[in-house]
């Protein structure tokens, strides 16, 4: 099977053009050793050819100086792609072909894939295609990824043009350091490098992934003999700087000349007149915030629009998906009922299987909502200026402006938002990221405040869930501070994003974006979730002599845990008496879902109450008394606040263990919310107390 590998700057269409090849037979993982995504899928044309497609990382060029940039010169050099299919966005094509001219100077065939020329027409601008591709010295297919226009016949001067061979060409051949390329050339050429002039241009910039190749390794000194008497002459002073202006030069003077524009470079664009007020350095803000609150209300508010009766679309689903849930709790029950079973098949698979599992199942309509009202800013172009409007006020914090959407959707559910992450270019930027996102309260810790402000502040209780939110941003802001100085201290990067034009968003391409979602959700409930909901209700409901005794028990596994646990916690506050392991108990059971945690005190606190501690008005009434004769106000504060800031639910953490493809880093992750939870719980405790709460 031929393999094609997709190669151009982000933001250019690639991920488009990629779906509309590959469509369903995508798959995702990462390359290995980093958390980059590779994504990879297969193309059959007519003839029935199939084809494999690699999308590689958006990159600005080829050149050591991100993971993404590595990663598809990498691939390119040496994973031996049949083509390179360079995709060059057509409304910004000066800035998008110097990427083209560096890999124009590899071994391997190419063929240009210039997109967006449904804008381009629009526009009223013209390309001489034809004298494009006489330029380049390979061919240039007019096409429009969101529309599939020309995508067909892309792939068929792809598949043509893939069965000949072709030897990489400079532009830089014809300018004054010519000689110096053919002196580090004639040298390669002698000891049989492959890809010779791309790594002769190279070895001039002192490439350091070209000046380490193991190819050289017995001809080193040689090498380093031609670059130093190369470097003694004046005009090869600061050789990257010259080459990456004989680069543009060249675009300028050869390629630029073939496009024809309607407008005058002075004139703006749509999209310029767009972000006139979309970027506004007064109005930027407050507009991408009434973007996100729309977002956020058409998900999540039980009241659309203050429209009483009437739900978001987010909570409908999810309120669907709640009730298909309990339909199929009731049916099993009945069936069990039925049958005789005994008390722990019928605990094992209402409320251990069906009743955790399909907790977290509920929430996926709704992330699936997310995701969509999210993913249209993102198609529609918004996004990009959204990253670009707050890098100026997360780069104070350690983060660039890419950070701001996964931190946003915190406030929804950490599992996405930690998903979200795999969007951010820089390495540092993703870890740090998913570091933080778990102390944005998400809204499963709602309940959680509610009962403890329904039993203690009922006078203030918008005041201290309000503070509960802003001990999470502050939190997460002084940690990222601290990260950035103390463990990822030397790895700076620079913002850049490329602007895309304003567009509408491809049903095609949102659909499928979706699904990947909805597949990677599932996999994980019918798995780690599946799998800790058992151990857990396991745990909760036997005692070591495997007897069962109820989840309101001290002498279950995790009331005997609890019970060990609770010198840990005691500076905390929030486990004194001899019902203190019960607190205990809830965060452990919190890692399931942070709402479980309240149906869990439901059940230890007011045992009598069972189940129906929440939805019975005495037994709520009667749970909500004892909290107040436990917990004094600064060990309430506290509860709520080791709960925002500990170990999110065992999907985050399972999302975050996908993500960081790492197991020593997930293991850093944990010991630094758990550490985190602690300390900042112990300061509020203590300092309420001496206060006098």
């Not at 001067?157 to 061979?165: D, L, M, Y």
Request: hydrophobic share 50%; with cysteine.
């Amino acid at each position: 099977m031929l393999r094609f590998g997709l190669a151009g700057n982000p933001n250019c269409g690639k991920t488009a053009l990629f779906n509309e090849l590959t469509g369903s037979t995508a798959h995702v993982g990462n390359w290995a050793g980093v958390t980059v995504d590779r994504k990879e899928g297969t193309y059959r044309n007519k003839k029935g050819e199939d084809v494999s497609i690699i999308d590689l990382p958006g990159i600005y060029s080829l050149s050591p100086y991100t993971p993404e940039e590595i990663i598809a010169r990498n691939f390119i050099i040496n994973d031996t792609p049949d083509l390179i299919i360079n995709i060059i966005d057509a409304t910004n094509i000066e800035r998008n072909l110097y990427l083209t001219t560096q890999i124009l100077e590899i071994d391997c065939p190419v063929v240009i894939a210039l997109n967006m020329m449904d804008i381009v027409e629009k526009q009223g601008d013209t390309i001489d295609i034809a004298g494009l591709s006489s330029i380049l010295g390979v061919p240039v297919v007019p096409i429009s990824a969101l529309t599939g226009e020309g995508t067909e016949k892309l792939m068929d001067t792809a598949i043509k043009t893939a069965k000949n061979k072709r030897l990489g060409k400079s532009v830089l051949m014809e300018s004054h350091i010519k000689d110096a390329i053919i002196q580090v050339k004639t040298l390669l050429e002698e000891h049989n490098i492959p890809h010779v002039v791309f790594n002769s241009v190279k070895l001039l910039e002192a490439d350091s992934i070209s000046l380490e190749n193991p190819l050289l390794s017995d001809h080193k000194e040689e090498l380093h003999n031609i670059l130093n008497e190369i470097a003694k002459k004046d005009i090869y002073n600061d050789v990257e700087a010259v080459v990456a202006d004989l680069r543009y030069k060249f675009i300028t003077e050869y390629c630029s000349p073939r496009i024809k524009r309607k407008r005058k470079v002075t004139d703006l664009s749509p999209s310029d007149k767009f972000d006139r007020i979309l970027t506004n350095k007064f109005l930027g803000i407050p507009i991408f915030l009434i973007f996100m609150f729309l977002v956020f209300h058409l998900t999540f508010s039980e009241s659309l629009f203050g429209i009483e009766g009437l739900s978001s679309p987010g909570v409908f689903l999810k309120t669907l998906a709640e009730n298909g849930v309990g339909v199929i709790s009731e049916t099993v029950s009945s069936l069990l009922v039925k049958a005789g079973a005994s008390d722990w098949v019928f605990g094992f698979l209402v409320d251990g299987v069906i009743g955790g599992v399909g907790s977290v199942l509920s929430f996926v309509p709704q992330i699936l909502c997310l995701f969509l009202f999210l993913s249209i800013l993102e198609d529609s172009g918004y996004m990009a200026r959204a990253a670009f409007i707050m890098d100026r006020i997360l780069r104070h914090f350690g983060l660039s402006g890419r950070s701001f959407l996964p931190l946003l959707m915190g406030f929804g559910c950490s599992v996405p938002a930690i998903m979200g992450a795999r969007t951010l270019e820089n390495e540092r930027d993703r870890k740090i990221t998913m570091l933080i996102v778990p102390f944005f309260s998400c809204g499963a810790k709602l309940p959680i405040y509610a009962m403890f402000t329904a039993a203690l502040f009922k006078e203030n209780s918008d005041i201290v869930v309000f503070g509960m939110y802003l001990i999470g941003i502050v939190t997460a802001v002084i940690s990222a501070i601290i990260l950035k100085k103390v463990i990822f201290r030397d790895e700076n990067a620079p913002f850049i994003m490329e602007l895309p034009q304003y567009h509408c968003p491809r049903a095609k391409s949102l659909i499928l974006l979706l699904w990947e979602k909805l597949k990677g959700y599932l996999l994980r409930a019918g798995t780690v979730i599946l799998a800790s909901t058992i151990v857990i209700w396991f745990l909760s409901n036997f005692s070591f002599k495997l007897e069962m005794v109820g989840s309101g028990s001290a002498e279950s596994i995790l009331g005997v845990l609890g019970t060990a646990l609770v010198p840990f916690f005691k500076p905390l506050g929030f486990v004194n008496g001899s019902d203190g392991w019960k607190a205990i108990v809830a965060i452990i059971t919190g890692l399931i879902a942070k709402e479980a945690v309240v149906s869990t005190m439901g059940v230890l606190y007011t045992p009598s109450a069972g189940g129906d501690a929440l939805e019975n008005a005495e037994a709520r009434e009667a749970l909500l008394a004892v909290v107040a004769s436990s917990f004094s106000p600064a060990a309430a504060i506290a509860f709520m606040a080791f709960n925002l800031l500990c170990v999110p639910c065992i999907a985050a953490v399972s999302a975050a263990r996908a993500e960081l493809n790492s197991g020593k880093w997930t293991a850093f992750a944990i010991l630094f919310w758990i550490f985190t939870a602690w300390v900042v719980s112990f300061i509020i405790y203590n300092v309420g107390t001496l206060l006098g709460f």
